[in-house]
């Protein structure tokens, strides 16, 4: 079974930092891309940022120049550093991860959520 935990989401003043993670645990044979989502009340999910296994990142429109991804492979784990926080930030921040599971075939990748954390800004 695989598991997906993030960590990190608190309320922040507008102009805040934070860095969430995520670890992903359990039966994995390998990881592929990692990324954050996020939902607003009200909101359809939107992609925040998006990282490859060789590190080649995205980013939404609303977060790029303050909003950083990163990855450890070693550990398993995706980073996302949110500077220069804003209300309209406000949200409930998903981990997504494309994971291969032992004995799958080597193109065969799941796609696995977290359960989010929440990350608010007031201003």
């Known amino acids: 079974q695989v598991q997906l935990v993030e960590s990190g989401g608190d309320l922040v003043q507008a102009g805040g930092s934070l860095r969430l993670s995520c670890a992903a645990s359990?039966?994995?044979?390998?990881?592929?891309?990692m990324g954050w989502y996020c939902q607003a009340p009200g909101k359809e999910r939107e992609l925040v940022a998006f990282?490859?296994?060789?590190?080649?990142?995205s980013y939404g429109d609303s977060v790029k120049g303050r909003f950083a991804i990163s990855r450890d492979n070693a550990k398993r784990t995706v980073y996302l550093q949110m500077n220069d926080l804003k209300p309209e930030d406000t949200a409930i921040y998903y981990c997504?991860?494309?994971?291969?599971?032992?004995?799958?075939?080597?193109?065969?990748?799941?796609?696995?959520w977290g359960q989010g954390t929440q990350v608010t800004v007031s201003s």
């Open positions: 997504y991860a494309e994971i291969r599971e032992p004995g799958m075939p080597w193109e065969q990748y799941g796609n696995y």
């Open positions: 359990g039966r994995i044979a390998s990881i592929g891309a």
């Open positions: 990282i490859t296994r060789r590190s080649n990142t």
